[in-house]
Nanobody, 120 residues
Framework: QVQLVESGGGSVQPGGSLTLSCAAS????????LSWYRQAPGDSRVRVAT?????????YDADSVKGRFTISIDPAKTIAYLQMNNRQPEDTAVYYC????????????WGQGTQVTVSS
């Protein structure tokens, strides 16, 4: 079974940096996509970034994070990272790690989510 375990959430000040990690188990070896989503209070879930098992890859699905966030993968450990620089208050949300289906659209497994708060 697929299991996704997130860590690294917390509170940061505006302009600060934070890195989230997602340890994935049960995914198909060398044939998977992992995505980060976020959901702000009162808002819907939005996909932020997606990466497969190839280091150096990755795509960014939200214009607001381009240039500030970096997604990366450790394929040996099956851990996806989301490095978030220059955090802004609008980045406050619950961040989820997911496995994305082969259609690269829908997620079929979700982590528990981790809260990230950006405030003074």
């Amino acid at each position: 079974q697929v299991q996704l375990v997130e860590s690294g959430g917390g509170s940061v000040q505006p302009g600060g940096s934070l890195t989230l990690s997602c340890a994935a188990s049960g995914v198909t070896n060398n044939n998977y996509l992992l995505s980060w989503y976020r959901q702000a209070p009162g808002d819907s879930r939005v996909r932020v970034a997606t990466i497969g098992p190839s280091p150096g890859g990755g795509t960014y699905d939200a214009d607001s994070v381009k240039g500030r966030f970096t997604i990366s993968i450790d394929p040996a450990k099956t851990i996806a990272y989301l490095q978030m620089n220059n955090r802004q208050p609008e980045d406050t949300a619950v961040y989820y790690c997911t496995r994305t289906k082969g259609n690269n659209i829908d997620a079929d497994y979700w982590g528990q989510g981790t809260q990230v708060t950006v405030s003074s």
